[in-house]
């Protein structure tokens, strides 16, 4: 999205896409980067992809799934049966996030970020790599349930567009930004 004569910050976006729990914003969010794909824009980030339950309690593996590459990510860790609260593998979420923003360059056209969640509204997590494709032009998607609005609106500062969680309609509000259409 960097392709405008009048530099990154005359096509560089920032959408929002608020979305209610039982939403499957994964799903839309995979719907979005394999129609921007197709279209020619290279999209970084990742996606959720949730296991099976393991019968000890409602956890299930968690996974991410790299847009760019495929390949899947564990981010959940065996905590047993008498765990209680998340089984995030907080290690593992960090080392994605920090391979993440490392690899952001000028190659990348887009970057989709599944969650500004808890990590995030901490400080942590995917924060790094939306304020470094922010500092490099590169358009962002960022998914937001409500309890964590506060602190994505406090993080974006009101530079950020809401867009709907809707994949066609997100699709259609990306590639306005890029200066072209979509051709049903």
């Known amino acids: 999205m960097k392709d405008n004569p009048e530099g990154p910050a005359a096509t560089f976006s920032l959408l929002s896409v608020e979305f209610a729990v039982g939403h499957d914003i994964d799903r839309t969010l995979s719907e979005v980067a394999e129609q921007l794909r197709a279209k020619g824009v290279r999209a970084a980030g990742y996606v959720q992809i949730r296991g099976v339950e393991t019968g000890e309690c409602e956890c299930r ?3 991410l799934r790299d847009l760019h590459t495929g390949k899947q990510h564990r981010i959940s860790e065996e905590r047993g049966p008498n765990a209680k609260g998340c089984h995030l593998d907080w290690q593992a979420l960090t080392l994605l996030a920090l391979s993440l923003e490392q690899s952001l360059s000028d190659d990348t056209d887009l970057l989709i970020i599944n969650r500004f969640g ?3 509204s901490q400080g942590r997590g995917f924060r790094g790599a939306i304020e470094k494709a922010m500092m490099l032009g590169i358009s962002v ?4 349930r409500g309890e964590y609005l506060k602190e994505w609106n406090d993080f974006h500062g009101g530079l950020a567009e809401l867009a709907p969680a809707d994949a066609t309609d997100i699709v259609r509000v990306v590639l306005a930004k890029r200066g072209s259409g979509i051709s049903d």
């Open 118 to 120: 808890h990590s995030e």
């Open 61 to 63: 593996d968690l996974y």
């Open 141 to 144: 998607i960022v998914a937001v």
